[in-house]
């Protein structure tokens, strides 16, 4: 399959800047500094972030999030949520994840929060969504949806990342 980034370019200084801003902002940590190689470019219709011409980071609903090669590079320790081997299946083909299937949660996560699921055994990204409920009750209930997924292992992203990173 051939992959197409379109209107791909290096971003100025200033640009670069306001994203690491951005990202400082929403995840308390510096991913790259001032001096990296920083483009933007489109995938269908979705613009990714490149560093150093790696796709690890893109634009959902306005905001900045990792993609998950770059889940995979950085290793984030918050606005996770980690489900059973049994929900394995049904995440990597872009279900949303079910409050049964979760065995853990950052407690600080509300509703609206971008999100990145992973399993129990391995703490591999396998998704990310946003939060329906906060973290807490991602925990306690029994029954109901927690988190919407838009971006999955096997989806046409993983597909066009998986090509461009390691995982």
Known sequence: MDFRIK???RLKKKEVHEII???KNDFNSNFFNID???EIGFYENTQFVFI????YFMFYNDRIVFTLSGLY??????????????AVKFVAKGADVMSPGIVDADKNIQPDDIVWICDEKNK??????VAIISG?????????KAVAIFHYVGDNFWDFLKNDCEY
């Open 7 to 9: 209107n791909r370019h």
């Open 21 to 23: 801003d951005k990202l």
């Open 36 to 38: 990296s190689v920083v």
């Open 52 to 55: 150093e011409s790696k796709p």
């Open 73 to 86: 590079k950085y290793k984030p320790n918050n606005e996770y949520v980690i489900v059973d081997m049994g």
């Open 124 to 129: 591999k990204p396998l998704a990310l969504g």
């Open 136 to 144: 807490e009750e991602m925990i306690k209930k029994e029954k109901g």
